[in-house]
């Protein structure tokens, strides 16, 4: 065949592979903006009515991560077809990572203090799925000073460290090294509820270098008007949104019933448990936000500690806290090992008091 007319064939397929070119580029152009305005929109819901309106409820405890998943189709395509989409999609991956996901990196240290250091840890035991050698184990390797237990069975038995003080109130447990006195309790005052009665537990540490008061929390869970919207078969049942509706009340009640209930101990003040809410919990935010956060100030990852069943893969949310009134600093904070609960506990070390 002659080379001008092999030369015209290979014009004819450029020109007409082109076009094509151009509605790819453009497709992949949209759909990162797109992409990055769904982003965006997810935020401001979560940030604005995450634990108020249920929908966004469900998006509050909802695997986030696959929110991420589009990057890895549109990143390749965007790097070959259209670099000028890489802009919002670098924007989204920032989005998803940090605010969505919850990806922390250290603030400034906070300069430790003249006061007791102390290495505390809070565990939401799961009733009876973590064996009583495995949390004996882990305190003794952290070389702990005080532990928090949620879920904690009555018949449950473990060998604490020898000269340890422990106080029970209900399924709540606080254990250390230093004398403790009990304080008060808090009750649960909204009914119907299956959750044990017992949702607080305050005590007196006393420390070489003065007492500390010391609270352990276990929240109700969302879990039940969750599970009554959520549907294997539709999705979402609209025609039962009031169970979640009813569930948020009730949180959002027990919540500021706990914070004020707190907001009258003396300080220093130290809090730690299962919140069952993450952060951007609007019911978080208008009770607890007022504390520092262990773990949003010095914790470095995603800090999740309590996961959740995704098909054959599980996924994880940040729900347990340790909280504090600023005459405690934290210098650390890290998750610890599985140790059969659905919970990991929760591990930091501060400076508490002053000498």
């Known amino acids: 065949m002659p080379e001008d007319v092999i030369d015209g064939a290979n014009r004819q397929n450029g020109q007409a592979s082109d076009p094509w070119r151009q509605r790819l580029s453009r497709a992949v152009l949209l759909l990162s903006w797109g992409y990055l305005g769904v982003v965006v929109a997810v935020l401001v819901v979560l940030r604005l009515v995450g634990d108020l309106w249920w929908p966004a409820t469900l998006l509050l405890f909802a695997p986030r991560g696959l929110l991420g998943l589009p990057l890895f189709l549109l990143v390749p395509a965007a790097s070959v077809l259209r670099r000028r989409a890489l802009w919002p999609l670098g924007t989204v991956a920032l989005l998803w990572l940090f605010p969505l ?44 000073d005080l532990v928090m237990l949620q879920e904690c069975p009555s018949d449950f038995q ?46 007196r540490a006393v420390l070489p270098s003065g007492p500390v008061h010391v609270a352990c929390v276990h929240q109700t869970s969302p879990r039940e008007g969750l599970a009554e919207v959520l549907d294997r078969q539709t999705g979402v049942s609209l025609g039962r949104a009031g169970k979640v509706v009813e569930n948020l009340e009730t949180r959002s009640t027990e919540s500021t019933a706990l914070g004020n209930w707190l907001a009258g101990a003396a300080h220093p003040l130290l809090i730690g448990g299962d919140f069952n809410m993450p952060i951007d919990s609007r019911i978080y935010r208008d009770v607890w936000a007022g504390y520092e956060n262990a773990f949003s100030r010095v914790g470095f990852g995603l800090g999740h500690t309590k996961f959740e069943p995704l098909g054959p893969l599980k996924y994880g949310i940040r729900i347990d806290h340790w909280l504090s009134t600023a005459d405690c600093q934290f210098q650390r904070c890290w998750v610890g090992p599985d140790l059969g609960s659905d919970h990991r506990p929760l591990i930091a070390d501060l400076t508490c008091g002053a000498e």
Do not use: C, K
């Open 158 to 203: 473990t060998q604490w460290p020898a000269g340890w003080h422990m106080q029970r109130a209900g399924q709540l447990v606080i254990a250390a090294r230093y004398p403790l006195e009990v304080i008060e309790e808090s009750r649960r005052l909204v009914p119907p509820s299956r959750w044990p009665p017992v949702n607080g537990l305050l005590v």
């Open 101 to 144: 996901m919850g990806f922390q990196v250290p603030l400034s240290s906070q300069s430790a203090s003249t006061g007791t250091p102390l290495r505390v840890v809070t565990l939401n035991m799961g009733q009876d799925r973590v064996a009583p050698h495995s949390l004996a184990e882990l305190v003794r390797n952290l070389d702990a």
